[in-house]
């Protein structure tokens, strides 16, 4: 069974920090890659960062050496540290295993909501 759960979000202020984290089905996992989405209010979805089965990791410019992914292939559990967030970085958070394509290869969970304030 295919699952997604997201936490770890919440309310904080700009320049402060967060850790997100993702729980995923062995199915999700054995994919390979892996990556943190995200959706702010009036966007569409984007794909910020992304970590191969090995570990190696790529980011969007926009959080380009503020974010840090991570995954534990054991535990079965991803991670996104947040730093020096930007009131920008506003947005609904959802994790899943990457496609080729860079578009999520499963249907979304709930995701978990990070509210930066100014």
């Known amino acids: 069974q295919v699952q997604l759960v997201e936490s770890g979000g919440g309310l904080v202020q700009a320049g402060g920090s967060l850790r997100l984290s993702c729980a995923a089905s062995e199915d999700i996992f054995s994919g390979g890659v892996l990556g943190w989405y995200r959706q702010a209010p009036g966007k569409l979805r984007e794909l910020v960062a992304r970590?191969?089965?090995?570990?190696?990791?790529t980011y969007a410019d926009s959080v380009k050496g503020r974010f840090t992914i991570s995954r534990d292939n054991a535990r079965k559990m991803m991670y996104l540290e947040l730093n020096s967030l930007k009131s920008e970085d506003t947005a609904v958070y959802y994790c899943n295993a990457v496609a080729l394509s860079g578009k999520a290869a499963y249907g979304w969970g709930k995701g978990t909501l990070v509210t930066v304030s100014s």
């Open positions: 970590i191969s089965l090995v570990g190696r990791a």
